[in-house]
């Protein structure tokens, strides 16, 4: 007998749309099919009028678990992603404590998600100046992405990774199928700005985007594309926020270079107007751009060229956030969104904006989940594959409530903002 039947539904698959019936047992998808099938099931779930896709991959989520729980937690977060149609997360390396730069500390936090997360997981490794000679120990542990700073992280222990360390790590992953992302500002440029606008007397919001233009972004990313052109290295280039910068890893593509990227859903979805009228909630790290950038970076989702969406969920106290009241240096520089990525791009993206569905799964499901070494069970609804699916209401307003959201701390920029799509249902394979 099937554990579940899902019927009428309309299925967006690698091969586009598709009414029809699903089979599911023991998480995995026994059939896809047109036809009308009379098999019995524990449960039947009819799906009319409903649209189902896959369990979205969020390849960049700050967990933060251990060391830094009263942050995030494994729990919460999971229990946040699972409402946010999220069954896969790639964890980030230094916002927990110790960070995982070894593999014994790859160990520890990986018995923790182990035994508290509801969803499937990755971790992450992390590259500092320190710990270059443990990427290899790391990779014959199965970690496929370490994480490197070109500027200060904000985190005591976990430094900024410098351009000889760079090389080399990258020289780490020829041939492999692991690879190095990197956090790409110019720490020089952030620096010299920075204490520049201090020294006037700036505490604005708009000072910490003036400390971090777009220049400080594309400097990195051109830095590290030479990187990648050298060595022959497999690359990664988080949060990119601005279209200069996509043009440039966009061209890097087409000339063959091994490299991928991302943007986050708060950079689809705010701007630095809106930071400047609401303020230390939206600080982050490269900051937000202005709304003529945000146009383009949506542009570039719905053609293809921006592969990956993520949410770099990177949450704080309330506290750590309202440091940033009187003075914006002082607020923690993250945005909380693993709950919220999955309806921002609902929202902003697929109603607002005319964003295919298809496109969509590509760039939150199918692109991450092969980025991730996990394209033959995770990212598609396809027979053989994960049944983690999100079975939505494309139609349904709704707004978000405080009480909606499951992450530790309930902060979220989206708060009281209308939202356009709802999850009905999500089914997951937690292995």
């Known amino acids: 007998m099937l554990d579940v039947i899902i019927k009428n539904g309309t299925f967006v698959t690698p091969d586009g749309m598709m009414k029809?019936?699903?089979?599911i047992k023991d998480g995995i998808i026994q059939?896809?099919?047109?036809e009308v099938i009379n098999e019995n099931a524990k449960e039947i779930f009819d799906a009319k009028g409903y649209v189902i896709i896959p369990g979205l991959v969020d390849m960049h989520v700050h967990v933060n678990d251990p060391g830094r729980t009263e942050w995030e937690d494994w729990e919460h977060a999971s229990k946040a992603a699972l409402e946010g149609g999220i069954t896969t997360i790639a964890d980030m390396p230094l916002n927990s404590y110790p960070a995982v730069t070894d593999v014994q500390t790859l160990k520890g936090k990986g018995q923790i998600a182990k035994e508290k997360s509801l969803v499937h997981y990755i971790l992450w490794g992390?590259?500092?100046?320190?710990?270059?000679?443990?990427?290899?120990?790391?990779?014959k542990e199965g970690v496929v992405a370490f994480k490197a700073f070109m500027s200060g992280s904000g985190i005591p222990d976990f430094s900024s990774a410098g351009n000889e360390v760079l090389l080399k790590a990258l020289s780490y992953t020829v041939g492999t199928d692991s690879f190095i992302g990197v956090h790409a500002e110019c720490e020089e440029i952030a620096a010299y700005l920075g204490e520049?606008?201090?020294k006037a007397g700036r505490m604005d919001p708009m000072a910490w985007v003036e400390s971090r233009p777009?220049?400080?972004e594309t400097e990195a990313i051109n830095r590290f594309l030479s990187f990648v052109r050298v060595t022959g290295g497999n690359g990664h280039i988080c949060h990119v926020t601005s279209a200069e910068g996509v043009e440039m890893i966009a061209q890097a593509r087409k000339e063959g270079l091994p490299v991928t990227f991302e943007t986050c859903a708060s950079y689809l979805t705010f701007t630095q107007e809106d930071f400047a009228e609401i303020g230390p909630i939206l600080k982050c790290a490269p900051p937000l751009r202005t709304k003529d950038n945000r146009e383009k970076l949506w542009d570039y989702v719905k053609d293809g060229t921006i592969p990956i969406v993520t949410?770099?969920?990177s949450p704080s106290t309330k506290e750590l956030k309202d440091r940033g009241n009187?003075?914006?240096?002082?607020?923690?520089?993250?945005?909380?969104g693993?709950?919220?990525t999955l309806y921002a791009m609902l929202t902003e993206g697929y109603h607002k904006r005319g964003l295919s569905l298809e496109r969509l799964v590509q760039a939150c499901c199918e692109n991450p989940a092969k980025r991730l070494g996990l394209e033959d069970c995770k990212g598609k609804i396809k027979v053989g594959y994960d049944a983690d699916l999100v079975i939505l209401d494309l139609d349904q307003e709704w707004i978000l409530k405080e009480e909606d959201l499951c992450t530790k701390n309930k902060i979220s920029p989206l708060i009281g903002c209308k939202m356009k799509g709802k999850i009905v249902k999500t089914y997951h394979k937690n292995s």
């Open 20 to 23: 029809g019936q699903m089979g």
């Open 31 to 34: 059939f896809l099919t047109e």
């Open 126 to 139: 992390g590259l500092t100046n320190e710990n270059v000679d443990q990427i290899p120990l790391m990779q």
């Open 196 to 198: 520049k606008l201090k």
């Open 214 to 216: 777009v220049s400080c």
């Open 311 to 313: 949410s770099d969920h």
């Open 326 to 336: 009187d003075n914006i240096w002082e607020a923690w520089g993250g945005i909380s």
């Open 338 to 340: 693993i709950q919220t």
